[in-house]
């Protein structure tokens, strides 16, 4: 079966920097877009970004932009978002999630899901 494992979450200092990893197994990895999505403590899961399955293409939200960079690295079947400049308004549990061939922002496109990984920026 389809599992995804998320690691890299933890308590940073606002303006420091995280690398998450999601690691995937029981797809063919290349042939699915990946997303990183985070939900706030109280608020809805949104969109932070997603990544074509070649790794040509990215898309970010707003709210990241020119802060988070998402990668992949399909030799290892693994998905990143490096997080810099983090702000509080950034903590929230991040899930990575795969949708079999194009990226979207839409939660509900999203086939598979990890268990998330919990993000603390303290001020």
């Known amino acids: 079966q389809v599992q995804l494992v998320e690691s890299g979450g933890g308590l940073v200092q606002a303006g420091g920097s995280l690398r998450l990893s999601c690691a995937a197994s029981?797809?063919?990895?290349?042939?699915?877009?990946m997303g990183w999505f985070r939900q706030a403590p109280g608020k809805e899961r949104e969109f932070v970004a997603a990544v074509s399955g070649s790794g040509s293409f990215t898309y970010y939200a707003d709210s990241v932009k020119g802060r988070f960079t998402i990668s992949r690295d399909n030799a290892k079947n693994s998905v990143y978002l490096r997080m810099n400049s983090l702000k509080s308004e950034d903590t929230a549990v991040y899930y990575c999630?795969?949708?079999?061939?194009?990226?979207?922002?839409?939660?509900?496109?999203?086939?598979?899901w990890g268990q998330g990984t919990q993000v603390t920026v303290s001020s």
């Open positions: 029981g797809l063919t990895f290349s042939t699915y877009a």
């Open positions: 999630a795969a949708r079999y061939q194009r990226m979207t922002v839409r939660e509900s496109d999203y086939a598979y």
